[in-house]
């Protein structure tokens, strides 16, 4: 554990005396956060829809078949003695149609009859999609009952949750928080690897009675400072310029951060280990850390939006089980119920990319 922490403070004092990496480390993920946190806005489609029938009558069922044909919804299946919000917690449903009882009685009677569509408003953008096109739907299936006494009995009473005021900022914010520690803290980690390999320096490790498990610990465990700094700096502007407060436990998001933290500093180490040239170390970082996350982990736009040929890749992007976990502790508040099983993925994301960089290591300690 001696040679553990002082390969860590080696690293650290190492980091402070260069002003540069410092300043990436710390004021970069700021910078990233405001301006990409306040800009980024997509459209969606396929958007998922649970529905809950109370009715079943061939006028709910015609509702039904109106939504199921849009192009701009899913529908999924769901049963109608849960919670509509548990929907919304399983990452199900994006929102929920609700059709009352005698619902067909009242549309025969040309009465006026609401359906309640809940909107999960986490992601704003999506939310005001979500109440246009129900909006639509509706408003096409009263054109087709306009023999009724009331040419528009059919109203969409659309709530959002976790987000009523729609605020693009709260969606997202959290995203761009999990690229950032995603992108500098591997960044930092590969690069001080990487240099090892290209200065020749890692002969001294070889040479020396230090292991591989201890020399790979002392530099996961000092770029894990890194990015716990960066987390603590960055809550404190999601809390303050983004709005945002801690919506339920938040057990599931201290644990998984730390996980987060040996995650990424172990990708950057093994991406550093295997690759003993800056340039290109800095490349595959690009690519792993900011580009996949980027696209593949739910932060610009669902899942279910990503093309079915490479939507499975997004399954090996560790950012996205990170997101989903930071959205649940700021929006959602599901807790442990919600999110457990993504708390472990990252927990056995950050082992495998541990194993492989001691892999390598010990291979080469052996060659020499």
């Known amino acids: ?24 480390a710390l004021a970069l993920p700021l910078t990233q956060l405001i301006t990409m946190g306040s800009a980024i806005s997509l459209d969606v489609k396929n958007l998922p829809l649970a529905i809950q029938d109370f009715d079943n009558s061939p006028a709910s069922r015609q509702l ?17 003695d849960q ?12 929102a929920v149609l609700i059709i009352p009882e005698r619902f067909g009685r009242d549309v025969e009677r040309g009465a006026k009859t609401p359906v309640q569509v809940l909107v999960d408003a986490s992601d704003s953008n999506t939310a005001r999609l979500i109440e246009g ?18 040419r528009a009995p059919v109203k969409a009473a659309i709530r959002f949750w976790y987000n009523p005021g729609l605020s693009s900022k709260k969606f997202y914010g959290p995203g761009v928080f999990v690229l950032a520690i995603s992108l500098f803290p591997p960044l930092l980690a590969t690069l001080a690897m990487a240099r090892e390999g290209e200065q020749l320096t890692i002969l001294q490790v070889y040479v020396s009675s230090i292991s591989a498990h201890e020399f790979l610990l002392g530099k996961i ?6 990015a716990l700094a960066d987390v603590l700096l960055l809550l404190v502007l999601l809390f303050t310029y983004f709005g945002l407060g801690i919506a339920g436990d938040p057990t599931p998001f201290l644990v998984s951060t730390v996980l987060y933290a040996f995650c990424v500093a172990a990708f950057g180490t093994m991406i550093g280990a295997a690759i003993p040239n800056q340039a290109a170390a800095m490349q595959a970082v690009a690519l792993g850390g ?19 040929q490479i939507r499975w890749l997004s399954s090996l992007i560790w950012g996205r089980y990170y997101i989903d976990i930071v959205r649940d502790f700021l929006l959602q508040g599901g807790g442990w119920p919600a999110v ?9 994301m950050g082992w495998a990319f541990y194993m492989v960089a001691w892999g390598k290591m010990r291979r080469m300690q052996l060659a020499a």
């Open 221 to 226: 465990l000092a770029f894990m400072v890194v």
């Open 290 to 308: 900011f580009l996949l996350v980027f696209m593949l982990s739910g932060l610009i736009f669902p899942i279910q939006n990503i093309p079915v």
């Open 133 to 150: 096109y129900a909006s639509q739907i509706t408003a096409r299936f009263n054109q087709g009952n306009e023999g009724s006494a009331d």
């Open 83 to 94: 919670r509509p919000d548990e929907a919304f917690i399983t990452n199900d449903a994006r």
């Open 340 to 348: 457990w099983w993504k708390v472990i993925l990252i927990g056995i």
């Open 1 to 24: 554990m001696r040679r553990i922490l002082a390969q860590a403070g080696k690293e650290l004092i190492q980091l402070l005396r260069d002003k540069r990496a410092l300043g990436l």
């Open 64 to 80: 039904i078949e109106a939504f199921r044909e849009s192009i701009s919804f899913k529908v999924v299946p769901f049963p109608v």
